[in-house]
């Protein structure tokens, strides 16, 4: 009876430490300021996630793969395995290595976590961390403090200082990018947050919605601001009740129509918003380096495309190809094109991802149509204003997109 009772306090404890350390490993993995400085220990923290979770699969289900899900992780791997061997020794074992692991831990996390489970965890998981950089933010800027056990690394030749749940730009500390190595990603996952409680909740919580809506604020993110309006119209069709596609469509128009009224009007937005958030509204009605980065990086991917245009230049090798492009062009600062990378990694069947997402978005008929289609619109200007191509969370969103056909209705 003893022994029993041990047993199952034991179990329960490694498996909220087994909890606990998939938690830390997807949130490092999904652009972590770190992460970028030592990009090798992204693979060591996957790998024995990896491999654990691939022995569970087996001792519950065998050798066999669920059929959507399990197509798609053998379709990613080949595609990989099939680009490196035309391009090898360009393209590297090691990559190839690298990106499968990846690709299978992002199938186990989709596996092992119900949806359900996930976004709500996912939705915590944001709003404890925006509550912690809120107030390191106003620590810094406000009380001009330092951070407590705080160091200094460099991201390429930029100084930033953090203690691995916050940091910032040493020299310009004005916007909030939490533990993450840029604000404009930071954003993005608070935008995500945002959407998934809209969505998903039956009662929003106010103060979870202010807290992640003023985070979004103190990133001064031009496009996570601007996307907060497609927030707002997924909360009012949420509550459209029976209303008309005509009318849906005219509440889509409309909120199309004050994004563009907002990034062009700059008398009313120096009227009616904060100087750091006019500034990052700049961003897009001016030609900044952010905005001609996300210009021209598609131009570059296709580019590769186009001489690569059946099995790829490889994950590595096109990423290495892009830079060498980047860099005559000296507008271009970072990989900024999601869609357009998996053309260039992969070649014609990097479409595939693209597909993934709509198909994916349009198959969740418990939303309406115009919320479906504004989720569409949203998943693609997220991951075309950020590197998501060797991001963790963005391949578990594409398998939980895939997975929805497995769970039988």
Request: with cysteine; charged share 10%; proline share 3%.
């Amino acid at each position: 009876m003893l022994k029993t009772r041990f047993q199952i306090r034991l179990d329960s404890i490694l498996s909220n430490l087994w909890s606990l350390y998939g938690i830390v490993m997807v949130v490092y993995c999904s652009g972590h300021y770190h992460m970028v400085t030592s990009s090798s220990v992204t693979l060591y923290m996957m790998l024995p996630f990896a491999a654990v979770s691939l022995l569970m699969y087996m001792r519950q289900h065998g050798s066999r793969l669920p059929k959507y899900s399990g197509s798609f992780l053998l379709f990613c791997i080949f595609t990989a395995a099939a680009s490196m061997l035309a391009n090898f020794p360009s393209e590297t074992i090691y990559s190839l290595f690298s990106v499968s692991v990846m690709f299978f831990t992002a199938f186990a996390v989709s596996e092992q976590v119900e949806w359900n489970k996930f976004r709500k965890l996912y939705g915590d998981i944001m709003l404890a961390i925006s509550v912690i950089s809120l107030v390191f933010y106003f620590a810094v800027n406000v009380g001009r403090m330092q951070i407590p056990f705080s160091q200094q690394c460099f991201i390429g030749t930029e100084p930033y200082t953090g203690n691995y749940i916050f940091a910032y730009r040493t020299v310009y500390s004005l916007r909030n990018q939490g533990p993450f190595w840029e604000p404009g990603l930071f954003a993005a996952y608070l935008i995500l947050a945002l959407v998934l409680h809209v969505l998903y909740e039956s009662k929003i919580s106010i103060v979870r919605v202010i807290v992640l809506i003023l985070t979004v604020f103190t990133t001064q993110s031009s496009a996570g601001i601007v996307l907060l309006i497609i927030v707002a119209l997924l909360l009012v069709l949420r509550r459209s009740g029976g209303m008309g596609r005509l009318k849906q469509g005219l509440i889509v128009c409309l909120g199309a129509g004050t994004s563009f009224f907002v990034l062009n009007e700059d008398k009313y937005t120096s009227a009616k918003w904060l100087s750091g958030i006019q500034n990052a509204i700049g961003k897009i009605s001016g030609q900044s380096v952010n905005v001609v980065s996300r210009q021209n990086s598609p131009l570059i991917n296709l580019k590769i495309f186009s001489d690569y245009p059946i099995l790829g230049a490889g994950y590595q090798n096109a990423t290495n190809i892009y830079v060498g492009l980047r860099n005559t062009l000296g507008t271009v600062d970072s990989q900024t094109s999601t869609t357009t990378y998996h053309l260039a990694a992969i070649g014609i069947a990097g479409i595939v991802f693209s597909l993934v997402i709509v198909i994916g978005i349009m198959h969740l008929r418990e939303f309406n149509l115009a919320s479906r289609f504004l989720l569409i619109v949203l998943f693609f200007s997220l991951i075309n204003v950020e590197p998501y191509n060797s991001l963790l969370i963005y391949y578990i969103l594409l398998f939980y997109l895939v997975k929805q056909y497995d769970v039988p209705k």
